[in-house]
């Protein structure tokens, strides 16, 4: 239910948590402990029910809790940002992009199984990841092949959001819903898949399940 590693690490806060208790301090070892749990829910890593189909590209990330939601659902160009990296020439894409909530599970996951072409971390800022970050904040772009063309993740950091994490690399055979990383108290995903291949099944306002919310159905 948790990130690798996150169990232990809660122990030995918990463990200092008894010291101040022992002397007394009550009240202290109550905020520390109340802390401890805050923290502890951005490492949730809880399973999931990958739908069957080989033609479906499902939601990389959550966003279900307050604000978090699709926010953004736009047309992009080979002459955008990233985009050449995604698209070819001359080919549009749909941008899909979600808001995950301090309180959002932060895990990401794979939208389609393929192989990882390529990896690139572009370091920046720590603005609030509304609907305009993509240029200036940190971020991770992930792209997959696949049968139906190239589709690709970008993790963009925040404004709490101090650390993204990333589970594959270069040249991994990936399958849809399997994890791909995280990003460290929260932020924003995009998701970029190709435009003439594309039956897009949700719409902004939604709020998407990474790894189980089916997003668009590829077609031949």
């Known amino acids: 239910m948790f990130d690798k590693g996150t169990l232990k690490k809660a122990g030995i806060l918990l463990t200092l948590t008894v010291l ?7 009240l202290l070892s109550f905020l520390i402990f109340s802390l ?4 502890m829910q951005f490492f949730r890593d809880p399973k999931r029910r990958i739908p069957e189909g080989s033609n479906i590209v499902v939601a990389p990330a959550d966003g279900r809790i307050l604000k ?3 926010d953004k ?20 894409g749909i941008l899909i992009s979600t808001f995950m909530s301090p309180f959002d599970v932060h895990v990401n996951r ?5 192989e990882v072409i390529k990896t690139k971390y572009y370091p920046g800022k720590f603005r609030i990841a509304w609907k305009n970050v993509q240029k200036e904040n940190e971020k991770n772009l992930i792209v997959i ?4 063309g190239k589709i690709g993740v970008i993790q963009i950091a925040g404004f709490v959001a101090r ?6 690399k270069v040249g991994n055979k990936v399958q849809i819903g399997s994890k791909l990383g995280m990003i460290r108290f929260g932020s924003r995903v995009d998701l970029i898949i190709p435009y003439e291949r594309c039956e897009l099944l949700v ?7 990474a790894g189980e919310t089916i997003v668009a159905r590829m077609t031949d």
């Open 68 to 70: 978090g939601r699709i």
């Open 203 to 209: 719409k902004e306002g939604e709020k998407p399940k």
């Open 163 to 168: 650390r993204i994490v990333q589970y594959i």
């Open 20 to 26: 101040p208790f022992l002397f007394g301090y009550f």
């Open 110 to 114: 794979v939208p389609i199984s393929g």
């Open 36 to 39: 401890i749990a805050f923290l």
């Open 73 to 92: 659902i736009k047309t992009v160009e080979y002459k955008d940002r990233l985009m050449e990296h995604v698209l070819e020439e001359g080919k549009k």
């Open 145 to 148: 092949k696949s049968k139906y």
